[in-house]
């Protein structure tokens, strides 16, 4: 299984709404409603912050949303804060009972 | 709260075994499935292993199936990865991650907890 793609950087100012891409293939992000997105501050360990696609777990705030479209998903972040500032990465179910994630993206907020 | 916390990485020539271990805690263990997952240095997470709660189903990545053996004992709260004929590509930060439940022995496909994770090594 290949690394699903995602932009190495994306930038906003604070209240700016940023997104970030997951390109994969019909083999995992277009075959499964099981796409979840992770941030990962420096030194800390991943924080799930959507899952199936589309879903906020609690405590996750919903300036954060994710949609899916063919083979890409896409995590959105309104209304962008300084303690957005993290890695972000995607993460799908694939054919075969195997899982694979995407290539991080470091989002900063100017 | 939730832990997981990894041991049994090293420095181990190719060719070489090793045995990590992760001690869950703060949850029911035996009701989650569990998944190990690897960074090799400067590069991008890969997914290893995942074992059912009850630890009958087992699946793997290609790139370490019939090397790494996944196992857990619920009565212990431990994973472990056993990993025969190693080579220099599986040198990585290996973490446990705990899968998300909604119904106990029903996979969700996401990840709710992960361990800070062991460092193994693969030199000569």
Known sequence: QSALTQPASVSGSPGQSITISCTGTSSDVGGYNYVSWYQQHPGKVPQLMIHEVSNRPSGVPDRFSGSKSGNTASLTISGLQAEDEADYFCCSYATGSSYVFGTVTKVTVL | ?124
């Open chain 2, 1 to 124: 709260q939730v832990q997981l916390v990894e041991s049994g990485g090293g420095v181990v020539q190719p060719g070489g075994s090793l045995r990590l271990s992760c001690a869950a805690s703060g949850f029911t263990f035996n009701n989650h499935a569990i998944h190990w997952v690897r960074q090799a240095p400067g590069k991008g997470l890969e997914w290893v292993a995942v074992i059912s709660n009850d630890g009958n189903v087992k699946y793997y990545a290609d790139s370490v199936k019939g090397r790494f053996t996944i196992s857990r004992d619920n009565s212990k709260n431990t994973l472990s990865l056993q990993m025969n004929s190693l080579r220099g590509e599986d040198t990585a930060v290996y973490s446990c991650v705990r899968e998300a439940i909604l119904v106990v022995g029903v996979a969700t496909y996401y990840f709710d907890y992960w361990g800070q994770g062991t460092l193994v090594t693969v030199s000569s």
